[in-house]
């Protein structure tokens, strides 16, 4: 429930935020595709829609202060195939997040991987991206 | 011995009709032309990630102009600019670039129940586009065969459509030809397109797309619902 491992300039910005509401654009623009951020935390909602799917997540900063980290994933069809049901990813779970970061720091990126409490590792599935 | 040569014979014979008649091939046909009836998955130059190559795109004035606008909207994450970010359907041609696809063909016309934020398409055989018709995202599709080759000539399309996810623009000139063909054992489809507008783009260019026969009875690979739901207008969840 940590911050693990953050890239780039992301990690004081990234910190000091204290909650963000769910971001809904889905345009990947906004995403840092060069750099990469992980987290560790657990799940707070999870809107299995489309275009693509969000996670938000509770991630504990330095000062053990409860942030809420937006994920963006990819559509559902996509998810489907890879693995992913309606079950994968829900509320309560403890999951670690690899992400792209959000250029302007904001806590959230486009999810890269995530590994649930179990092992198991899955991708985003495709999106605008795919 | 002349018996056992005429049986030889006739054997080979019979062999050349089976295979002529499509007995020996694995490719669908329906009323003497391929079948592209099934599921289907874009294959090549398929997704967002496939631009059109700047460096060979050579375009009029008012191409340029609008390029770099459209571009920079794009670059930006700008809604009113590449407007599939408000959830408007992408269009053709970047809609016949996308995802799985349930190709219906019937004796008239075929339909395409695409996955990917879009209305379906219908393409129907026939000389003449519809008269007086709107402007719409998939634009008006009617299809000819030459041969076993399905040409699909699209117009029609809407102006605010992108031609590929770099920010292309078009005009209201935009023609796009796909020729389908399918293979012989019945598991891919080749598209060569060629797209023309004199408005924007000095010379026609081309690309050949594929689409790859997916296992329909497997539930993972048929269409999944894709409603565009949670989008962020004026600032707030639609």
Redesign the interface.
Known sequence: MVVRHITGPLLLSGLLVSSTAALAHHSFAMFDQTKSVTVEGIVKSVDYANPHVWVDMTVMNAQNQPVTWSFEGGNLGGLYRMGWTKDTVKAGDKVKMEAHPIKDGTPGGQIMRVTLADGRVLGRGPGAAQ | MRFRKLMVEGAACAALIYGLAGGASAQPMMNGHPDFSGLWQCRTN????VTLPRAQMDMTPEGERLYAIKKAG????D?TI?T??M?HPLGIPRLAM???FDILQKDDHIAILG???GPGREIYFQNQHRKDYFPTFMGDSIGRWEGNTLVIDTNNIEEETLVD?SGFPHSDQLHFIERWTLSPDGKTITSDWTLTDPKIFRAQFKRTVTYSRKDATDE??R??????????VGGK?R
């Open positions: 398929c997704g967002n990630g794009v670059d930006r994450g809604p590449d599939g970010l959830c996308f995802g799985t996955e990917w934020l996810s993972k690979q269409i999944v619902e894709n409603v565009c739901q949670n989008v962020e969840l």
